[in-house]
């Protein structure tokens, strides 16, 4: 099953790959801007393994120089509506998979995961229409603020978290935030 799965023409699944690329190298950018020259930011660090050859493969990396600590960004960008992308990103809310983490990376800080959400379906404008497949026969509309208000009910208090604002031109609140949590 899984083999036929992996043959299916999945457009989707490649249009996705795409834009999460697209919003990890723009993170990196506005991180290795605003962070100075006392931070390492690695884009896609090696597997963390968890079980057999299984494991975690996190988007980014940054550490301090000064200090040694790691943090490891998950960066979540949606545009066509579900909440797919929240639940992709609650997983590192496992207190399992933080113990995984350190165990590996043991100078990563206590929540060693960073979870960044972007795209239309947190900043695009409120009612716009989305669709969820090219052929626009699943549709939603896009409310950002309540997006937002979503991701705080799930991850307040379990840890570190915030939005990439449309071109990240919050960045550099984003990159103090991390300061402050290596320091």
Not at 17 to 45: C, H, M, Q, S, W
Not at 158 to 167: A, K
Request: glycine share 10%.
């Amino acid at each position: 099953m899984a083999h036929r799965l992996s043959r299916k023409n999945n457009g989707w699944q490649k249009r996705a790959r795409y834009t999460g690329d697209k919003g990890e190298f723009v993170v990196r950018a506005g991180l290795k801007d605003n962070l100075g020259d006392d931070y390492i930011v690695k884009l896609k660090p090696p597997k963390i393994i968890t079980h057999g050859d299984k494991g975690i493969e996190l988007d980014l990396k940054v550490e301090s120089k000064k200090t040694g600590k790691i943090l490891f960004l998950e960066v979540k960008t949606g545009n066509n509506g579900g909440n797919a992308t929240e639940e992709r990103g609650a997983k590192f809310l496992s207190n399992n998979i933080t113990r995984m983490i350190k165990k590996s990376h043991p100078s990563a800080v206590e929540r060693p995961v960073m979870i960044l959400f972007g795209g239309k379906n947190y900043n695009g404008k409120n009612g716009d229409m989305q669709s969820y497949r090219a052929d626009n026969k699943y549709k939603a509309w896009v409310h950002p603020h309540k997006r937002r208000e979503e991701v705080k009910c799930i991850y307040d208090g379990g840890m570190p978290y915030d939005f990439i604002d449309e071109g990240f031109v919050n960045a550099p609140e984003v990159a103090h935030k991390i300061q402050e949590l290596l320091a």
